[in-house]
């Protein structure tokens, strides 16, 4: 077993609460590892991959999250089967993920209702409203807005720390990228275009006499859609399953992360924390690389 700890500082910290707890349950570090760090984030990174030896099947994932959140770290075990995995395909979550807003959310402040359509989308994220339901009515908000305003936001989105990084280490690596996105198409094409991705699925907006209408054009990328496109792509690939990571932070992620070979949980809600495999929470995006070995 083996676990991989990253934190958010050029020197790792003391990690008193993870070593209790390898301690209480009688395991073991055989080995110690320093991680490389990629260039652009060695003022701000490192990462240990610790070999551990005792009854590791006394650890859980929980108990790791929990006493890395109290260290201030990201750790995350893995046994080295999961880690020899050749991850072919990646999809991403969009908003809140690879970038650091919710475009809708965004779209509701230019239309005047940004408080109203914030706090439905926070609850939607968290799982306490239905995804369908409370996305057409965040959208019925923006009936009327200005086409041209989405064009605007789309070209001044916030990247997530680490996205730059990691694309271009997937790049390299031959895995083919992907956003399957509850967001719009307007703005999964600027993401795909910067970050250089090859494709995005996301919600087309319903766009008359350069207004927007307040709907989308069918099929809405749900959860349920996520999922489908997600063993979708991976057929088309000819490739397992377990050979895919999904990366997401909401509620209507949590199915796809349960279908990839890896789910990463990206600063998530509590709900998507409590369920998914593993979790980043401290440190950027580049901390996907880790999980895959």
């Known amino acids: 077993m083996q676990l991989t700890i990253l934190a958010k500082s050029a020197a790792m910290p003391p990690l008193g ?17 320093n991680l490389p760090v990629p260039t652009s984030l060695k003022e701000c990174r490192s990462g240990l991959r610790l070999t551990l030896r005792g009854n590791t099947a006394h650890l859980s994932q929980r108990e790791v999250f929990s006493c890395g959140l109290e260290d201030g770290v ?17 999809v991403f979550d969009m908003d809140s ?13 230019q239309a005047g209702v940004g408080d109203r359509v914030v706090e439905i989308t926070e609850r939607a994220m968290r799982g306490e409203l239905d995804f369908n339901q409370s996305f057409s009515e965040r959208l019925g908000l923006l009936e009327g807005l200005d086409a041209r305003v989405a064009s605007e936001i789309a070209s001044s989105l916030p990247f997530s720390d680490g996205a730059h990084e990691l694309m271009l280490t ?28 090859n494709d995005y699925v996301a919600n087309t907006l319903e766009i008359v006499d350069n207004k927007l209408t307040g709907r989308v054009i069918p099929p809405i990328v749900n959860a349920d ?5 997600l ?15 999904a990366v997401g932070d909401g509620a209507n992620d949590l199915k796809m992360l349960e279908t990839a070979g890896i789910g990463v949980a990206f600063r998530a809600k509590p709900v998507v924390r409590e369920q998914a495999r593993y ?10 690389l880790y999980l895959m070995g």
């Open 17 to 33: 609460s993870l070593k209790r707890l390898l301690e209480d349950r009688g395991v073991t570090i055989h080995e110690s590892t």
């Open 74 to 90: 990201d750790a995350n075990l893995q046994t080295a089967e999961e880690r020899a995995v050749d991850i072919k395909l990646a």
């Open 97 to 109: 993920t690879l970038i650091q807003c919710e475009v809708i959310d965004e779209l509701a402040k």
């Open 170 to 197: 997937l790049r390299a690596r031959g895995v083919r990228t992907v956003i399957l996105s509850g967001g719009f198409d307007v703005f999964a094409e600027t993401v795909v275009s910067v970050l250089k991705m």
């Open 225 to 229: 859609e996520k999922r489908a496109r």
């Open 231 to 245: 063993i979708s792509i991976a057929s088309n690939m000819s490739i397992d399953l377990s050979q895919t990571m």
């Open 279 to 288: 979790q980043l929470s401290h440190v950027g995006l580049d901390g996907a």
